[in-house]
């Protein structure tokens, strides 16, 4: 466990309030709730979890960087994406989750460069703090631009062109298993000590043991501490990638996150699981600590939310990491473009290039997803013409 800051008293006041709403769930449950809805009720808890709350989430004065906070030429490598997208079905781009809404803005300078601006840039956020964030970044934006973006409360029943989910299916709710002795236990949350939660584990049932008995999990291996193997399934993510898949009528959904197809995502390797949490750029394993202050996420089985989206009737487009993605995608062309390579501008955009991109940096932990419907597949999009790993999903 690293050492980590101590939050203010504010801070703690609300965690403290959302410690309190968890407990009284817990109790009214019988004295247990699964652990996937600990992680809702931690993350989105109205106006108390992470998500729903009013601390700063995104950037270095947040908990966590991600790729479009780090340099725009992840947004400028992904709109050369979007754009052959639009053209093959609809100009209109759907963001889940924006963020601090700096992703949207670079994308539509870079398309509106490439002469390629949808007719609507739709923002589907749950947090009211993130979109009132996303407003203010937008707000920047040349009016022609800014013009286009929309809020949106609910997913549109039917749309067409481009959805683009940065680091979401992380951050969906999911239930965890631990295999021992032949048996599926799922793991959740008691209270067995006043003002402590701990983990409590119940026989897997329903769906999350149909779900655990599909996996190829390892068998017979020695665990530390005899709590067998430990691992995630997350129906939620496979649910939200079926329900687009439903309401996509021509084009894509592109999905950008941390995570392994399911024969190296189950490896004994991994017998502790992948969750993982964040708190002001430190990472740690503890989702107990300062409930609401922490991101909780897990990494996601790519290989299931293929399936998902193939069972909701849409072509597998591509999958390969995100460095492959985004060199496919001219992220070196617009790199060239930053300046004279002797230049501050140049040599800061480098760095964050490499860190986009290198093996040992987010290049390969983080993977892209196509999904879609009415794209042409004769040809494969751009970011997936050299390096596609489809096969290994």
């Given at each position: ?5 101590a ?33 809702e ?120 062109g ?110 502790r ?44 487009l ?8 985004l ?39 983080f ?9 042409a ?17």
């Open positions: 466990m690293p050492k980590l800051p939050p203010d008293a504010d801070a703690l006041a609300q965690s403290c309030k959302l410690v309190s709403l968890i407990k009284h769930e817990i109790a009214a449950a019988g004295g247990w709730i699964p652990f996937r809805r600990y992680m009720l931690a993350l989105y808890a109205p106006g108390l979890g992470y998500y729903s709350g009013g601390a700063q989430k995104f950037g270095r004065g947040g908990d966590f960087i991600t790729a479009p906070e780090l340099t725009p030429l992840f947004g400028q490598a992904l709109a050369a994406q979007v754009a052959e997208v639009m053209r093959m079905s609809h100009p209109t781009v759907i963001e889940a989750g924006a963020g601090s809404g700096v992703l949207a803005a670079d994308l539509l300078r870079e398309l509106d460069r490439l002469d390629c601006l949808p007719e609507s840039y739709g923002i589907l956020e749950l947090s009211a703090q993130s979109r009132v964030r996303q407003q203010q970044t937008l707000a920047a934006l040349d009016p022609r631009l800014a013009s286009r973006v929309v809020w949106l409360d609910v997913p549109p029943e039917t749309f067409s481009v959805l683009v989910g940065n680091e979401v299916l992380d951050a969906i709710p999911m239930h965890v298993i631990a295999v021992r002795g032949g048996e599926v236990f799922e793991r959740g949350v008691a209270c067995p000590v006043p003002g402590a939660f701990a983990w409590e584990e119940r026989p897997a049932r329903g769906r999350v043991l149909e779900a655990a008995q599909e996996l190829p999990l390892p068998v017979g291996i020695a665990v530390e501490g005899g709590i067998g193997f430990v691992t995630e399934v997350n129906l939620a993510a496979a649910a939200w990638v079926a329900d687009w898949g439903a309401r996509l009528r021509c084009g894509a959904l592109l999905l950008f996150d941390y995570g392994y197809p399911c024969g190296e995502f189950y490896l004994p390797i991994r017998s699981g992948t969750l993982m949490c964040h708190y002001r750029h430190h990472a740690h394993e503890d989702p107990f600590l300062w409930p609401g202050l922490n991101d909780i996420t897990g990494s996601v089985d790519f290989t299931a939310m293929a399936e998902a989206g193939f069972d909701a009737g849409l072509d597998v591509g999958h390969t990491n995100q460095g492959q993605f060199l496919n995608c001219g992220l070196l062309e617009r790199l060239a473009g930053c300046g004279p390579s002797d230049s501050a501008a140049y040599t800061r955009a480098s760095v964050a290039a490499q860190k986009l991109t290198l093996p040992h940096e987010m290049g390969e932990l993977k892209v997803l196509a999904l879609g419907r009415g794209v597949t004769d040809v494969p999009l751009m970011g997936f013409v050299r390096g596609d790993r489809t096969h290994m999903l």
